[in-house]
């Protein structure tokens, strides 16, 4: 698959990173000189950040090229992306020439912020509004707006690449989500001008309160909470009459005056100027990984989004010692040190227990149908660092595998296929209505049979068996 990106900028980066780490071939146009370089450092931030997000390795990456004319960007494109200036008659001569250059079958995709997909059409062209959020690359909301069967037809390519695609029922300025923004802009202007609060004093008002709630549940939902046990019903009643006090200024917008946009960007400077925006950058990614993660274990908000999409991620398999894990380490995963916390050596070895369950058929179903495997002893050995952002690669091989017992040795490979760490675990399995030990059923006993069959030519590994402080 191909996408080809119309324009290098801060989103036009986001969007080649979003494909490219999922496996897409990435075609870019932009004549921008520095485009090369600019995108490069996003897509080095995406390598960083998109693959923590997953416990399930990416798929290989595609390849990325640069082009200087704009049909060879776009030859045998599957999606192709416009994300240049905001300004209409600029968008209407690029969007007639793709238009005319992409193949039939091609979804045109605008970044727009504002603009309407009648008034990107208005000249002939066939684009739909895909109106990504920055960081496109960990961000999954796009805004589809346009012809009905062209969003159709793009909402499962934009699900495929870990995304979620929210379709607007009508065209409107601003879509849905900027409209929110703008409201929330206007208000925080006039409390600066007004001198009521600093820029810092705003941005805290929202990531200490209500920024951390609307990213789980939204505004209706957490509002529906504030009714109460009476529900929304009863907060509408309770802070109804509130939409008529003067707490704000929606239409009201203030003079955009060289002594507004000094003082904001004053105190701006001197909330975050002593970071660079890549610094800036890393931190935004680093906070938004470690959030979605956390929403990822109750598959809320976005976190539900990562979860379906890493369901549907290939599992690779070995015919000789399984691999249970491929995945790149998150930046959450280390400490102090610099290096991944023994915590996560631990989680690792979980994971990749669960792996192997669902390889034997002791998977969800397996669960819900009231039987499953319990750990009841664990070992873990630390052989060697490892880091942020080093690809992890664990292969299991099977002790014991009779009865009820499933004796399992893991091997985690960092860097080089470096053996990194083993983790050890014993298991017996359970039936869970009971909550006593039994005998699993047929099908999941001759799966893991015939692993321990395989496996049982094999060496003992080394470390197995150990105690802690054993001398070698």
């Known amino acids: 698959m191909k996408a080809a990106i119309i324009g290098g900028g801060v989103i036009g980066g986001g969007w080649a990173a979003r494909f490219l780490l999922n496996g897409w071939d990435v075609a870019v146009f932009d004549p921008d000189p520095e485009a090369e370089r600019k995108i490069g450092e996003v897509i080095a931030n995406a390598r960083r950040s998109l693959p923590a997000l997953y416990d399930t390795a990416l798929p290989a990456e595609g390849n990325l090229s640069f082009h200087s004319e704009m049909a060879d960007a776009v030859q045998n494109a599957n999606w192709i992306q416009e994300s240049i200036p905001e300004r209409l008659d600029l968008k209407h001569r690029i969007l007639g020439d793709l238009s005319e250059l992409a193949p039939e079958t091609a979804v045109i995709g605008s970044s727009t912020s504002g603009f309407k997909p009648s008034e990107l059409n208005e000249k002939g062209a066939r684009a739909i509004v895909a109106h990504p959020f920055n960081p496109v690359y960990l961000l999954p909301l796009i805004e589809l707006v346009g012809d009905a069967g062209a969003c159709e037809n793009a909402a499962p390519v934009l699900r495929s690449i870990g995304m979620f695609p929210l379709m607007v029922r009508k065209e409107i300025d601003a879509h849905i989500a900027d409209r929110f923004l703008e409201a929330v802009w206007r208000e925080a202007l006039w409390l600066v001008k007004d001198g009521i609060a600093t820029t810092e004093e705003i941005d805290e008002a929202i990531r200490m309160g209500f920024g951390i709630r609307w990213a789980q549940m939204g505004l209706f939902e957490t509002y529906r909470i504030a009714g109460g046990e009476a529900g929304m019903k009863h907060f509408m009643a309770q802070f109804g009459p509130a939409l008529k006090w003067p707490w704000t200024k929606l239409m009201d917008v203030p003079e955009f005056t060289d002594e507004l946009v000094d003082l904001i960007a004053g105190q701006s400077d001197a909330q975050s100027g002593h970071m660079s925006i890549r610094e800036l950058e890393r931190l935004r990614d680093d906070n938004l990984v470690g959030m979605m993660r956390a929403l990822k274990k109750t598959g809320s908000g976005a976190g539900g989004v990562i979860q379906r999409h890493e369901a549907?991620?290939?599992?690779?398999?070995?015919?000789?010692?399984?691999?249970?894990?491929?995945?790149?380490?998150?930046?959450?995963?280390?400490?102090?040190?610099?290096?991944?916390?023994?915590?996560?050596?631990?989680?690792?070895?979980?994971?990749?227990?669960?792996?192997?369950?669902?390889?034997?058929?002791?998977?969800?179903?397996?669960?819900?149908?009231?039987?499953?495997?319990?750990?009841?002893?664990?070992?873990?050995?630390?052989?060697?660092?490892?880091?942020?952002?080093?690809?992890?690669?664990?292969?299991?091989?099977?002790?014991?595998?009779?009865?009820?017992?499933?004796?399992?040795?893991?091997?985690?490979?960092?860097?080089?296929?470096?053996l990194a760490a083993t983790v050890e675990t014993l298991l017996l399995h359970v039936d869970l209505t009971t909550r006593a030990s039994s005998l699993p059923d047929q099908a999941v006993a001759e799966k893991l049979g015939a692993y321990h069959q395989a496996h049982a030519a094999l060496e003992q590994p080394e470390g197995a068996g150990r105690s802690v402080g054993q001398k070698a």
């Open 312 to 418: 549907d991620l290939p599992k690779p398999e070995a015919p000789d010692l399984p691999i249970t894990g491929d995945r790149k380490i998150p930046v959450s995963w280390t400490d102090y040190n610099g290096h991944m916390n023994e915590t996560h050596y631990l989680e690792a070895g979980s994971l990749a227990t669960d792996r192997f369950m669902e390889l034997i058929g002791a998977d969800a179903n397996y669960i819900a149908s009231g039987k499953s495997y319990f750990t009841i002893e664990t070992h873990v050995r630390y052989l060697s660092e490892l880091h942020a952002g080093n690809r992890l690669t664990i292969r299991t091989q099977v002790l014991k595998g009779e009865g009820k017992k499933l004796h399992l040795f893991h091997f985690l490979y960092g860097p080089d296929d470096t």
